[in-house]
Nanobody, 123 residues
C-alpha cells in the first residue's frame, strides 16, 4: 500500500495562492492515479482534481478550472495542487488520494488517503 502525507495548507486572503504537496511512500513503484478532494464543514467530501500516472490526463471540477493546476513528479513521489486566485468558498480540508486501478473523479474509487491539510481563505 501507499502512504500519503499532505502539506502546504494555511490561512490566506482571497486572491492569494497556495501550493499543496502530497508526498507518497511505500508502494510507489506501481503506477497510480492521484486525486485531490476537499471537505468543508458540514459538507460531503468533493472531487477537486485528478491526474494520471504519466501526467498526461487531468480532470478538474468546474469551479476550479483555470485557477487550480494539478501536477506530479514521479521521481520525487510527490503530487502538487497549485491553487491561484483563491476564494473564501475554497476553504476546506484538502486530501490527496491514490488509485491503482483507474483515473477517477469519484472518492469511492480511491483506496488510499492522506490525513488532510487545512486551507482557509479569508475575504
Amino acid at each position: 500500500q501507499v502512504q500519503l502525507v499532505e502539506s502546504g495548507g494555511g490561512l490566506v486572503q482571497a486572491g492569494d495562492s497556495l501550493r499543496l504537496s502530497c508526498a507518497a511512500s511505500g508502494r510507489t513503484s506501481s503506477r497510480y492515479a492521484m486525486g485531490w478532494f476537499r471537505q468543508a464543514p458540514g459538507k460531503e467530501r468533493e472531487f477537486v482534481a485528478a491526474i494520471s500516472w504519466s501526467g498526461g490526463i487531468t480532470y478538474y471540477v468546474h469551479s476550479v478550472k483555470g485557477r487550480f493546476t494539478i501536477s506530479r513528479d514521479n521521481a520525487k513521489n510527490t503530487g502538487y495542487l497549485q491553487m491561484n486566485s483563491l476564494k473564501p468558498e475554497d476553504t476546506a480540508v484538502y486530501y490527496c488520494a491514490a488509485d491503482y486501478r483507474r483515473l477517477a473523479r469519484s472518492k469511492d474509487e480511491y483506496d488510499y488517503w492522506g490525513q488532510g491539510t487545512q486551507v482557509t481563505v479569508s475575504s
